[in-house]
Each structure stands twice: as C-alpha cells, then as structure tokens.
C-alpha cells in the first residue's frame, strides 16, 4: 500500500514570497490532516479536511494560509506571504474516519516539507 | 486544550540497556494514546495505539502503559540497540478526533 505522498521535501524562500505544497492520501482515506512541526516541538494542526470539507482549520492563520481539497483526494497547503516564523516542517496525515470499516484512528504521516524562510 | 509534556527531552544510553519514556497529559477523557517515532528528516510513523479503555499494548521489544486516572503513559523498549536512535513523540486522541502531541523525546543509543 502506497504511503502518504507529499512534495517538495524542501523549500526555501524569502520572506514575503508564497510557497505551495501539495499532498496525496493514502487511497481510501477520507480525512486529511496538515500539521506544522516548528523544531523542537510537536506537530501542531492548521486544518482537518472530511471528504473536500473543512471540519476544524481552528488553528490555520487565515490571514496568510490558505488550504484546498479538490475533489477529496488531493490537497494543497498554500502561504502568502510568508513570515519568518513560518520556518518549520509541514506534516500531512491521512486516516479512515472512525466507524469506517478497517478504521483504526491511526493517523499515516507523510515524509513532510521542510520549508526555511530567510 | 489538552496539554501534552514529555520529559526528558533528550536521552543518551549505552547499548543494551532499556529505554524508559514518559508522556503526561491534563485531559483524561481521551479516547487513545498513540506513540510515534521520528527520524531525522522523515515523518512520524506509528508505533503504538492504546485505546482508552486497555491498559497497555506491546510490539516485540516495545511496551507502552495508559493510565488514564493519572494522565500518564510510559513507552518501554527493552535492549536498546543503535538503530532505535530518533525522537519519540505520544499523542493523545480526544473525542473530536484532534491529536494533541508532546514535543518528544530524542533518544540517543550508544553503541
């Protein structure tokens, strides 16, 4: 079985330029998880996705992130403009919902984007 | 919120000897823990998954306690080797399916 794709792997960019990632499930997986890990700390959720819905982007800066799910299976992290502070690694995460046949609330993780901002 | 603390940060043993990780955490009504590792560069992977309502799971040399009464979780691994090298975070799982993660444990193993 096919892990969580992400891409790229790094990025680096100055501040105030945009940036993208991009992200595919494992197939099948109906949510969709993006993380920010700053160094030295643990992932942090910016945005769940349920299907191409948005169940909790509590904690997503609206100002400057943005997130998309087309037609539930892909999605695309974006920052404009991005900050200093927004040097971290970026972790996707796919998983069944519960209740869904097979599910086991595990959370598979991508290799994740590191992105530096100078 | 949840708050999730693990301590030490850092840990370096020699080879051979059992590791012991402790994960803590403010809210008991989770529905699981979950341990992963995470290696340099790369993603989290899963290790364990205890659900609320069980004691402990294991996996070959690996042990993981819940105890949800006093918001705490141990991660055994039995003769450490070199290989078992990266950072280890637990996680726990409440009700609205949001992870709330610890910032980990780097595990050094001295060969």
């Known amino acids: 079985e096919a892990g969580v794709a992400q891409s790229p792997r790094y990025k680096i960019i100055e501040k105030r330029q945009s940036v993208a990632f991009w992200c595919n499930p494992i197939?099948?997986?109906?949510?969709l998880y993006w993380y920010q890990q700053i160094l030295g700390q643990g992932p942090k959720l910016l945005i769940q996705?349920?299907?191409?819905?948005?169940?909790?982007d509590s904690q997503l800066p609206k100002d400057r992130f943005s997130a998309e799910r087309l037609k539930g299976v892909d999605s695309t992290l974006k920052i404009q403009p991005a900050k200093l502070e927004d040097s971290a690694v970026y972790l996707c995460?796919?998983?069944?919902?519960?209740?869904?046949?097979?599910?086991?609330?595990?959370?598979?993780f991508g290799p994740g984007t590191r992105l530096t901002v100078l | 919120k949840q708050e999730v603390t693990q301590i030490p940060a850092a840990l370096s043993v020699p080879e051979g000897e059992n590791l012991v990780l402790n994960c803590s955490f403010t809210?008991?009504?989770?529905?699981?823990l979950q341990w992963f590792r995470q290696d340099p560069g790369k993603g989290l992977t899963s290790l364990l998954l205890?659900?609320?309502?069980?004691r402990e799971q294991t996996s070959g040399r690996l042990n993981a306690s819940l105890d949800k009464s006093s918001g705490r979780s141990t991660l055994y691994i039995a003769a450490s080797q070199p290989g078992d090298s990266a950072t280890y975070l637990c996680?726990?799982?409440?009700?609205?399916?949001?992870?709330?993660f610890g910032a980990g444990t780097t595990v050094t193993v001295r060969a």
């Open positions: 995460a796919s998983s069944s919902p519960r209740g869904t046949r097979g599910s086991t609330d595990t959370q598979y």
């Open positions: 809210d008991s009504a989770i529905y699981n």
């Open positions: 996705f349920q299907n191409n819905g948005v169940v909790d």
């Open positions: 205890i659900q609320s309502s069980q």
């Open positions: 197939s099948g997986h109906a949510t």
């Open positions: 996680a726990s799982l409440a009700n609205d399916y949001k992870l709330s």
